[in-house]
């Protein structure tokens, strides 16, 4: 999915992020929960960051956020939206199969997928589940969104269920799944059923 994104970017092609602007107050409840649980912000690590919407909202109430994405464009999209509104995050270009840990840092109490994992082969989310793991906190939790999987045709992304993300995040559980507010996506997308999942790493 790397290759579509970058040509995407470059053509400046991404519906997604209009979609993600109608999501963000379902979204935010769930990154509420997320502060009720882990007892306040703390560190936050979204993955596949895109131009930085969700990473500045997360900076903005609180959270030690740092981004970590693949495309080049991208990554200086979210960093010039980090600086215009004043946040305190870090942008990292990086492939979330694969983190320098030593970069990235951690312990992440947050991680934050929206539309990054449901497009990646079962190698790639194998080793996204190593990866994201190995910068978790021991009592991590996880919001990630995906389409329903088999949706939408390709070169769309493929999809994932709980049992994808269970498969992929071994000693992680999914506690809650909700369906996300569609209005602003093209009208392929709308029958992609998105949805949140909230997962609870116990292992």
Known sequence: MSRGYAVAYALNLTPW?????????ALDKLIVRAETELGGPGRALDLGCGSGLHLVALAQRGWQATGVE??????????ARVADAGAEARVLQGDVTALDRTEV??????????????????????????????VAAPDALMILLSFRPGAVPKPLPRGA????????????????SERAPTEGMPAPLR???????????TA
């Open 17 to 25: 992020e209009r979609a993600g602007t109608s999501g963000a107050a």
């Open 70 to 79: 693949l495309i080049g464009k991208a990554v200086r999209r979210a960093r």
């Open 105 to 134: 840092g951690g312990p992440y109490h947050l991680l934050l997928d929206i539309g990054c994992f449901h497009g990646l082969d079962d190698e790639q989310r194998a080793a996204m589940g190593r990866s994201a793991t190995a």
């Open 191 to 201: 029958k992609a059923a998105p949805t949140f999942h909230l997962v609870r790493r």
């Open 161 to 176: 269920d709980s049992t994808d993300i269970g498969t992929a995040f071994p000693g992680w559980h999914v506690i809650d």
